[in-house]
Protein backbone atom coordinates (compact mmCIF):
# COMPACT_ATOMS: atom_id res chain seq x y z
CA UNK A 1 0.00 0.00 0.00
CA UNK A 2 1.28 3.27 -1.01
CA UNK A 3 0.74 5.76 1.87
CA UNK A 4 1.16 8.58 0.31
CA UNK A 5 -1.86 8.27 -2.36
CA UNK A 6 -4.71 8.76 0.57
CA UNK A 7 -6.33 11.66 0.67
CA UNK A 8 -9.15 11.43 3.60
CA UNK A 9 -6.29 11.00 5.85
CA UNK A 10 -2.38 11.29 6.31
CA UNK A 11 -0.87 8.37 7.56
CA UNK A 12 2.81 8.15 8.43
CA UNK A 13 5.45 4.91 9.94
CA UNK A 14 8.04 5.94 11.67
CA UNK A 15 9.77 3.57 14.23
CA UNK A 16 7.26 0.53 14.61
CA UNK A 17 4.48 3.62 14.98
CA UNK A 18 1.44 3.66 12.24
CA UNK A 19 0.01 7.20 12.44
CA UNK A 20 -3.12 8.14 11.21
CA UNK A 21 -4.54 11.67 11.00
CA UNK A 22 -7.70 12.44 10.15
CA UNK A 23 -7.89 15.27 7.61
CA UNK A 24 -11.07 16.46 6.67
CA UNK A 25 -11.33 19.44 9.30
CA UNK A 26 -13.13 21.17 6.57
CA UNK A 27 -16.22 18.35 7.34
CA UNK A 28 -15.75 18.17 10.98
CA UNK A 29 -13.45 15.03 9.62
CA UNK A 30 -16.57 13.84 9.22
CA UNK A 31 -16.29 9.84 7.21
CA UNK A 32 -16.78 9.56 3.48
CA UNK A 33 -17.19 6.45 1.38
CA UNK A 34 -13.89 6.96 0.23
CA UNK A 35 -12.59 7.75 3.73
CA UNK A 36 -14.34 4.07 4.26
CA UNK A 37 -12.42 2.20 1.42
CA UNK A 38 -8.98 3.94 3.01
CA UNK A 39 -9.68 2.65 6.40
CA UNK A 40 -10.12 -0.56 4.95
CA UNK A 41 -6.92 -0.85 3.48
CA UNK A 42 -5.24 0.71 5.79
CA UNK A 43 -6.15 -1.61 8.45
CA UNK A 44 -5.07 -4.76 6.28
CA UNK A 45 -1.99 -3.02 5.56
CA UNK A 46 -1.29 -2.67 8.94
CA UNK A 47 -2.44 -6.34 10.11
CA UNK A 48 -0.22 -7.64 7.10
CA UNK A 49 3.38 -4.90 7.61
CA UNK A 50 5.39 -6.38 10.71
CA UNK A 51 6.86 -3.30 10.93
CA UNK A 52 3.63 -1.75 12.41
CA UNK A 53 3.35 -2.71 15.76
CA UNK A 54 1.51 -0.11 16.92
CA UNK A 55 -1.48 2.46 15.58
CA UNK A 56 -2.69 5.59 16.55
CA UNK A 57 -5.36 7.58 15.10
CA UNK A 58 -5.81 11.23 15.58
CA UNK A 59 -7.43 14.07 13.79
CA UNK A 60 -6.61 17.46 12.40
CA UNK A 61 -8.28 20.83 13.01
CA UNK A 62 -9.22 22.31 15.90
CA UNK A 63 -12.92 21.85 16.33
CA UNK A 64 -13.67 18.13 15.90
CA UNK A 65 -12.09 14.73 16.22
CA UNK A 66 -15.10 13.71 14.23
CA UNK A 67 -18.78 14.23 13.62
CA UNK A 68 -19.51 10.53 11.77
CA UNK A 69 -20.39 10.62 8.84
CA UNK A 70 -20.53 12.57 6.09
CA UNK A 71 -24.13 13.90 6.17
CA UNK A 72 -23.59 16.10 3.09
CA UNK A 73 -22.26 13.33 0.81
CA UNK A 74 -24.09 10.28 2.47
CA UNK A 75 -22.84 6.68 2.64
CA UNK A 76 -23.61 3.65 0.94
CA UNK A 77 -25.79 0.91 2.07
CA UNK A 78 -26.98 -1.68 -0.72
CA UNK A 79 -30.34 -1.43 -2.13
CA UNK A 80 -30.50 -5.44 -1.39
CA UNK A 81 -31.49 -5.73 2.23
CA UNK A 82 -30.07 -9.42 2.63
CA UNK A 83 -26.88 -7.79 1.07
CA UNK A 84 -26.19 -4.68 3.44
CA UNK A 85 -23.30 -4.42 5.88
CA UNK A 86 -22.82 -1.91 8.61
CA UNK A 87 -21.39 0.60 6.76
CA UNK A 88 -19.01 1.71 9.99
CA UNK A 89 -17.63 -2.04 10.12
CA UNK A 90 -14.80 0.04 7.19
CA UNK A 91 -13.88 1.73 10.27
CA UNK A 92 -13.32 -0.88 13.20
CA UNK A 93 -9.64 -2.37 13.08
CA UNK A 94 -11.10 -5.70 14.80
CA UNK A 95 -13.96 -5.96 12.55
CA UNK A 96 -11.20 -6.03 9.55
CA UNK A 97 -8.69 -8.64 11.64
CA UNK A 98 -6.05 -6.20 12.80
CA UNK A 99 -5.29 -6.69 16.21
CA UNK A 100 -2.44 -4.72 16.47
CA UNK A 101 -3.21 -2.25 19.35
CA UNK A 102 -4.67 1.45 18.29
CA UNK A 103 -4.63 4.29 20.25
CA UNK A 104 -6.98 7.01 19.98
CA UNK A 105 -6.17 10.91 20.53
CA UNK A 106 -9.46 12.72 20.57
CA UNK A 107 -10.05 16.17 20.85
CA UNK A 108 -13.22 18.83 20.61
CA UNK A 109 -16.33 17.18 19.32
CA UNK A 110 -16.49 13.21 19.45
CA UNK A 111 -19.77 12.54 17.81
CA UNK A 112 -22.11 9.41 16.22
CA UNK A 113 -20.33 7.63 13.75
CA UNK A 114 -16.95 8.64 15.36
CA UNK A 115 -17.69 5.74 18.04
CA UNK A 116 -16.70 3.05 15.45
CA UNK A 117 -12.93 4.25 16.20
CA UNK A 118 -13.81 4.68 20.05
CA UNK A 119 -15.28 1.56 20.34
CA UNK A 120 -12.18 -0.41 19.27
CA UNK A 121 -9.61 1.14 20.44
CA UNK A 122 -7.67 -0.23 22.71
CA UNK A 123 -6.58 2.79 24.69
CA UNK A 124 -8.40 6.17 24.44
CA UNK A 125 -6.71 9.97 25.69
CA UNK A 126 -8.47 12.97 25.65
CA UNK A 127 -7.69 16.22 25.34
CA UNK A 128 -10.10 18.48 28.38
CA UNK A 129 -12.06 19.95 25.41
CA UNK A 130 -13.53 17.53 23.92
CA UNK A 131 -16.77 16.53 24.51
CA UNK A 132 -19.20 12.87 23.17
CA UNK A 133 -22.41 12.31 22.20
CA UNK A 134 -24.57 10.90 19.56
CA UNK A 135 -27.03 12.79 17.83
CA UNK A 136 -29.33 10.30 16.09
CA UNK A 137 -32.19 10.11 17.74
CA UNK A 138 -32.72 14.33 17.17
CA UNK A 139 -32.68 13.37 13.71
CA UNK A 140 -35.26 10.77 13.73
CA UNK A 141 -33.06 7.84 13.34
CA UNK A 142 -32.46 4.64 15.73
CA UNK A 143 -29.20 4.72 17.17
CA UNK A 144 -27.94 0.94 17.62
CA UNK A 145 -25.05 0.32 16.01
CA UNK A 146 -22.35 2.94 17.62
CA UNK A 147 -24.28 2.74 21.05
CA UNK A 148 -24.38 -1.29 20.86
CA UNK A 149 -20.60 -1.14 21.04
CA UNK A 150 -20.30 1.26 22.95
CA UNK A 151 -21.74 -0.68 25.32
CA UNK A 152 -19.46 -3.14 25.43
CA UNK A 153 -17.26 -0.73 27.47
CA UNK A 154 -18.81 1.67 29.40
CA UNK A 155 -22.02 1.21 31.41
CA UNK A 156 -25.09 0.76 29.84
CA UNK A 157 -26.78 3.69 31.73
CA UNK A 158 -24.62 5.96 30.25
CA UNK A 159 -24.49 4.95 26.68
CA UNK A 160 -28.76 4.79 27.23
CA UNK A 161 -28.35 8.78 28.48
CA UNK A 162 -26.12 9.69 25.41
CA UNK A 163 -28.53 8.55 22.95
CA UNK A 164 -31.56 9.26 24.75
CA UNK A 165 -30.51 13.09 24.93
CA UNK A 166 -29.09 13.15 21.28
CA UNK A 167 -28.23 16.88 20.66
CA UNK A 168 -29.26 17.90 24.14
CA UNK A 169 -26.31 17.12 26.11
CA UNK A 170 -22.77 16.30 25.48
CA UNK A 171 -20.60 13.80 27.85
CA UNK A 172 -17.48 15.92 28.75
CA UNK A 173 -13.74 14.67 28.90
CA UNK A 174 -14.02 14.25 32.74
CA UNK A 175 -16.99 12.27 32.95
CA UNK A 176 -15.82 10.08 30.29
CA UNK A 177 -12.65 9.40 32.34
CA UNK A 178 -14.73 9.02 35.25
CA UNK A 179 -16.61 6.22 33.74
CA UNK A 180 -13.62 4.67 32.10
CA UNK A 181 -13.87 6.03 28.74
CA UNK A 182 -10.86 7.51 28.49
CA UNK A 183 -7.78 6.40 30.27
CA UNK A 184 -5.70 10.22 30.60
CA UNK A 185 -7.12 13.50 29.75
CA UNK A 186 -4.08 15.75 28.66
CA UNK A 187 -4.32 19.80 27.42
CA UNK A 188 -4.86 20.26 23.67
CA UNK A 189 -1.14 21.01 22.87
CA UNK A 190 0.45 18.22 24.45
CA UNK A 191 -2.06 15.51 23.20
CA UNK A 192 -0.17 14.04 20.16
CA UNK A 193 3.32 14.31 22.09
CA UNK A 194 1.46 12.23 24.80
CA UNK A 195 0.10 9.57 22.29
CA UNK A 196 3.65 9.49 20.91
CA UNK A 197 4.95 8.52 23.80
CA UNK A 198 2.56 5.69 25.05
CA UNK A 199 2.93 4.45 21.16
CA UNK A 200 6.38 4.39 21.07
CA UNK A 201 6.54 2.57 24.79
CA UNK A 202 4.09 -0.27 23.12
CA UNK A 203 5.96 -0.50 20.13
CA UNK A 204 9.47 -1.44 21.50
CA UNK A 205 7.81 -4.99 23.80
CA UNK A 206 7.35 -8.09 21.49
CA UNK A 207 5.03 -7.51 19.02
CA UNK A 208 4.02 -11.15 19.00
CA UNK A 209 2.43 -10.73 22.37
CA UNK A 210 1.29 -7.37 22.31
CA UNK A 211 -1.05 -8.43 19.13
CA UNK A 212 -1.94 -12.16 21.07
CA UNK A 213 -2.78 -9.94 24.26
CA UNK A 214 -5.12 -7.66 22.84
CA UNK A 215 -6.78 -10.58 20.13
CA UNK A 216 -7.30 -12.72 23.11
CA UNK A 217 -8.84 -9.93 25.30
CA UNK A 218 -11.31 -8.83 22.84
CA UNK A 219 -12.27 -11.92 21.99
CA UNK A 220 -12.70 -12.95 25.47
CA UNK A 221 -16.09 -10.31 25.34
CA UNK A 222 -17.88 -12.57 22.58
CA UNK A 223 -17.30 -15.80 24.62
CA UNK A 224 -18.53 -17.34 28.11
CA UNK A 225 -15.50 -17.36 30.64
CA UNK A 226 -14.26 -21.23 29.69
CA UNK A 227 -14.62 -20.63 26.40
CA UNK A 228 -12.18 -17.44 26.57
CA UNK A 229 -9.67 -19.25 29.34
CA UNK A 230 -9.39 -21.98 26.47
CA UNK A 231 -8.80 -19.62 23.78
CA UNK A 232 -6.23 -17.50 25.51
CA UNK A 233 -4.32 -20.57 26.65
CA UNK A 234 -4.23 -21.57 23.17
CA UNK A 235 -2.64 -18.02 22.04
CA UNK A 236 0.03 -18.55 24.88
CA UNK A 237 1.22 -21.55 23.53
CA UNK A 238 1.31 -19.94 20.34
CA UNK A 239 2.60 -16.52 21.13
CA UNK A 240 4.99 -17.10 23.66
CA UNK A 241 7.40 -18.61 21.88
CA UNK A 242 7.30 -16.14 19.47
CA UNK A 243 7.05 -13.05 21.81
CA UNK A 244 9.92 -14.54 23.97
CA UNK A 245 12.26 -14.87 20.72
CA UNK A 246 11.69 -11.12 20.74
CA UNK A 247 12.56 -9.70 23.58
CA UNK A 248 15.50 -7.66 23.40
CA UNK A 249 16.77 -7.91 26.97
CA UNK A 250 18.76 -4.46 26.81
CA UNK A 251 15.66 -2.44 26.36
CA UNK A 252 13.16 -4.09 29.05
CA UNK A 253 12.92 -1.44 31.53
CA UNK A 254 13.93 -1.84 35.26
CA UNK A 255 11.71 0.29 36.51
CA UNK A 256 7.70 0.87 36.36
CA UNK A 257 6.59 4.04 34.04
CA UNK A 258 4.67 6.43 36.15
CA UNK A 259 1.04 6.09 35.38
CA UNK A 260 -0.88 9.45 34.84
Given at each position: ???E ?6 A?L?E??LT ?5 P???N ?10 R ?5 A?E?D?V???V ?9 S ?16 S????G ?9 C??P????V ?10 W ?5 II???D ?7 H ?11 I????R??I ?6 VL???D ?5 E ?9 E?VS ?18 P ?8 R ?7 A ?6 A????Y??L ?18 Y???
Amino acid sequence: MDLETLTTVIAELDEHVLTITLNRPDRMNSFTNEMRAEFRSLWAFAAETDDVHVIVLRAAGDRAFSTGMDVKEGTYVSDNVFSRRDPGADLSPKQNGCWKPLICAVHGLVAGGALYWINEADIIIASDDAQFFDPHVSYGLVAALEPIGLAHRIPIGEVLRMVLLGLDERMSAERAHQIGLVTEIVSRDTLWARASDLAARIAAKPPAAIQGSVRAIWESKDATRSQALATGMSYTSLGNPIGKAQVVRSEVPTRAYEVR
